[in-house]
T-cell receptor
Framework: SQTIHQWPATLVQPVGSPLSLECTVEGTSNPNLYWYRQAAGRGLQLLFYSVGIGQISSEVPQNLSASRPQDRQFILSSKKLLLSDSGFYLC????????????FGPGTRLTVL | AQSVTQLGSHVSVSEGALVLLRCNYSSSVPPYLFWYVQYPNQGLQLLLKYTSAATLVKGINGFEAEFKKSETSFHLTKPSAHMSDAAEYFCAVRPAGSNYKLTFGKGTLLTVNP
């Protein structure tokens, strides 16, 4: 069966510090991968998605970036965090091809102080 | 562009009462529709999905939803609420033929009172 992992589970960082959040999927190959951010009262905002290694599509211009160095690894980064980057970050995966359901990881709670 | 609107950011029901969470969609092509549930500090879990088969879709934990094209709605219901149903619920849409992206509503927080 497939599983998705995210770490760390929680993170407190000062403004201006760098960020690296990691997501890995097990038990599948060539998944579509997604990063979402969830802020209070705003639902889920799609940040990035990837259909293959090195292929990243950005949905929202901001100071975040994403990379996919391996087939089942998806990384969210920032060089300098802003207060507004605080939120709950969720990684999701979907089988490639015509499958429709996205499966979510447990999330990372980021607080920028 | 596709979108979903969840009516009511917060719904409160008594244990044993009917749960009704509303979702209306906007899509220029036939949509695929989803309901997800999120418990505090956890990821989202799929409750059910509509992908152009039966219009009444049954999901996990006793939930079901009915696709009504004429009303552009996909409301989520459960006949009898349990305390364990307290969570946030998200409706999402993906246009048929679009392989990648879901668009989510802003969520409805369900509170169940004893």
């Amino acid at each position: 069966s497939q599983t998705i992992h995210q770490w760390p589970a929680t993170l407190v960082q000062p403004v201006g510090s760098p960020l690296s959040l990691e997501c890995t999927v097990e038990g599948t190959s060539n998944p579509n991968l997604y990063w979402y951010r969830q802020a209070a009262g705003r639902g889920l905002q799609l940040l990035f998605y990837s259909v293959g290694i090195g292929q990243i599509s950005s949905e929202v211009p901001q100071n975040l970036s994403a990379s996919r160095p391996q087939d089942r690894q998806f990384i969210l980064s920032s060089k300098k965090l802003l207060l507004s980057d605080s939120g709950f970050y969720l990684c999701a995966w979907k089988p490639g091809g015509g499958a429709d359901t996205q499966y979510f990881g447990p999330g990372t709670r980021l607080t920028v102080l | 562009a596709q979108s979903v609107t969840q009516l009511g950011s917060h719904v409160s029901v008594s244990e044993g009462a009917l749960v009704l969470l509303r979702c209306n969609y906007s899509s220029s092509v036939p949509p695929y529709l989803f309901w997800y549930v999120q418990y505090p500090n956890q990821g989202l879990q799929l409750l059910l999905k509509y992908t152009s088969a039966a219009t009444l879709v049954k999901g996990i934990n006793g939930f079901e939803a009915e696709f009504k094209k004429s009303e552009t709605s996909f409301h989520l219901t459960k006949p009898s609420a349990h305390m364990s149903d307290a969570a946030e619920y998200f409706c999402a849409v993906r246009p048929a033929g679009s392989n990648y992206k879901l668009t989510f509503g802003k969520g409805t927080l369900l509170t169940v009172n004893p």
